[in-house]
């Protein structure tokens, strides 16, 4: 961004950021291209292209000082990338050696961040597929729990190869079926006695064939000739000649007989009969309390209007 001032055309010409750091430091100023050789850090396309765009460029002057901080910076890049390489091979060798299935199956990179997120291969070992699949998006999980959404479906797994090449719609699967492949070959990688990749290997296999006939979305025959692909015969009318009718196909239909009663119809009928009767019983006799209840509150009420009739009467009696 600082050398970009000077000379902002560069950006497009050198793409790669420890490219373009050599070729700074080796450059400086920008009218020093036509003298230098780049043969070592660039091909010879774009040295051709980087030299014509530094006679056309538009960018500003620059002082000495800041050319020399840059240089430093280039340094400190160039150191950085170097020591990010050495990291990384450093990684490779020693996931081989540790987990070789495990490397195989999701690359080293993501197998050993999930051996730093479970704390040991022996502890990643333990844990089912369900949780290989989740780990690294806890977060995500109890957040959806809590609020009754929907589960995450892919943590640290989701920067697996085999799953950056599936489609959006694919990745759910791929990374569930990838998951439980993973923990066999963690499983194996931990307490099993062979070197090198065993179960890595079928497991990758099963995986891609997996999300090739995902992506392909080809029928499969269940039975008969068991994986040739499905086809569709269209229906065709049979052509036949003018049926004519048929009388000997008629039938006449007798009248059905009656099935005589058996011991057992007889007494489900009888027992039928008596349930309905009591039941007739019981709404009469509750009929004819409701009834009584009744006449007796009219009864209780006339008895009160004639003992209050005479009350009346001594009252006015007193009062005259």
């Known amino acids: 961004e600082w050398y970009g001032w000077h000379f902002p055309e560069m950006v497009k010409v050198v793409t790669d950021n420890l490219m373009y750091a050599k070729s700074v430091k080796a450059m400086g100023v920008r009218t020093n291209a036509k003298n230098i050789d780049f043969s070592d850090i660039l091909p010879e396309e774009v040295e051709k292209e980087l030299k014509e765009t530094a006679e056309i460029s538009m960018g500003t002057e620059i002082a000495e000082e800041d050319i020399m901080n840059i240089q430093q910076l280039c340094d400190q890049v160039i150191s950085l990338t170097d020591y990010r390489a050495q990291l990384f091979d450093y990684l490779k060798n020693r996931m081989n050696a540790i987990a070789p299935n495990l490397s195989h199956m999701v690359g080293e990179l993501v197998g050993a961040r999930l051996i730093a997120h479970a704390g040991s291969l022996m502890s990643l070992a333990k844990s089912p597929a369900s949780t290989v699949q989740i780990l690294g998006a806890e977060k995500a999980l109890f957040r959806a729990l809590k609020t009754k959404h929907e589960t995450p479906k892919y943590g640290l797994i989701y920067h697996a190869s085999l799953v950056g090449q599936a489609a959006p719609k694919h990745k759910g699967k791929i990374s569930r079926m990838l998951a439980a492949k993973t923990a066999l070959a963690t499983r194996t990688d931990a307490l099993g006695d062979a070197e090198g990749v065993t179960v890595g290997l079928e497991g990758r296999e099963k995986v891609e064939e997996r999300l090739r006939q995902l992506e392909g979305g080809q029928l499969r025959q269940i039975s008969g000739t068991g994986k ?21 196909a008629d039938m006449t239909t007798t009248a059905a007989k009656k099935r005589p009663r058996d011991d057992g119809d007889e007494k489900e009928a009888a027992a039928s009969k008596k349930k309905k009767a009591k039941k007739e019983k019981g709404e009469k006799k509750k009929k004819a309390k409701k009834e009584n209840g009744e006449k007796k509150k009219k009864k209780k009420k006339k008895d009160k209007d004639g003992d209050e009739k005479p009350k009346k009467k001594k009252k006015a009696k007193k009062e005259k």
């Not at 499905?230 to 049979?238: I, M, R």
């Open 228 to 248: 040739s692909n499905v086809t569709q015969k269209k229906y065709e009318k049979p052509e036949t000649a003018g049926q004519t009718y048929n009388p000997a």
